[in-house]
């Protein structure tokens, strides 16, 4: 059983266009995550939600708004798509949002945009 | 401002050498430090971790050194293996929790 999953794998959209990315984890933690991993394999967080409620909230464009449904789910949809959101997304959960958790990341979603 | 510097951006070690990666940072809150290592095509996942108030913590082949007053932690891999090949990020957290800042990544090959 895979303990983080995302999909899809992989996304290829034109700009302008509006997509989603799923996450789930069955890991029953209490914190989950949003990270963004550009071409340079640098790797940034952009949202966490624990216990369903937003606690972290990087400088990130609008355009993108996370939700999540219930503490195994955190969703991520990107509106108004841009070239420079070409990266890869992972979605990363941990036991709660203490200090020192381990973070566990899912396979990542390749978002490719023409 | 990269609060979290890594280096070097690239490195080739042969098999059986030792493989060092190198953090420094600034923010003198950062009191955890963890290491992840990540493979082609696959999520980071985490390698081995350490708090301040030890120098040293080793599990296997894999060794983290700490210099609390230099502001600097390291990786150490001993007896590297091709197996060992992939990216390597070090990190830090505040003790607030909940937010790792990476490092830029370290690609490391091991040659056979």
């Known amino acids: 059983d895979t303990a983080v999953s995302q999909t899809p794998k992989y996304l290829v959209t034109q700009m302008g266009n509006d997509k989603s990315i799923k996450c789930e984890q069955n890991l029953g933690h209490d914190t989950m995550y949003w990270y963004k991993q550009d071409s340079k394999k640098f790797l940034k967080i952009m949202f966490s939600?624990?216990?369903?409620?937003?606690?972290i909230n990087e400088t990130v464009p609008n355009r993108f708004s996370p939700k999540s449904p219930d503490k195994a789910h955190l969703n991520l949809h990107i509106n108004s798509l841009e070239l420079g959101d070409s990266a890869v997304y992972f979605c990363a959960s941990s036991q709660d949002a203490g200090w020192g958790r381990e973070q566990f990341f899912g396979p990542g979603t390749r978002l490719t945009v023409l | 401002q990269q609060q979290v510097k890594q280096s070097p951006q690239s490195l080739i070690v042969q098999k059986g050498g030792i493989s060092i990666i190198n953090c420094a940072y600034e923010n003198t809150a950062f009191d955890y430090f963890p290491w992840y290592q990540q493979f082609p095509g696959k999520g980071p996942a985490l390698l081995i971790a350490i708090r301040p108030d030890v120098s040293e913590k080793k599990e296997g082949r894999f060794t983290i050194s700490f210099n609390k007053s230099a502001k600097q932690f390291s990786l150490h891999i001993m007896d590297s293996q091709p197996g060992d090949s992939a990216t390597y990020f070090c990190?830090?957290?505040?003790?607030?929790?909940?937010?790792?800042?990476f490092g830029e990544g370290t690609q490391l090959t091991v040659n056979p």
């Open positions: 939600y624990n216990n369903k409620e937003l606690i």
């Open positions: 990190a830090a957290e505040e003790t607030s929790g909940s937010r790792l800042t």
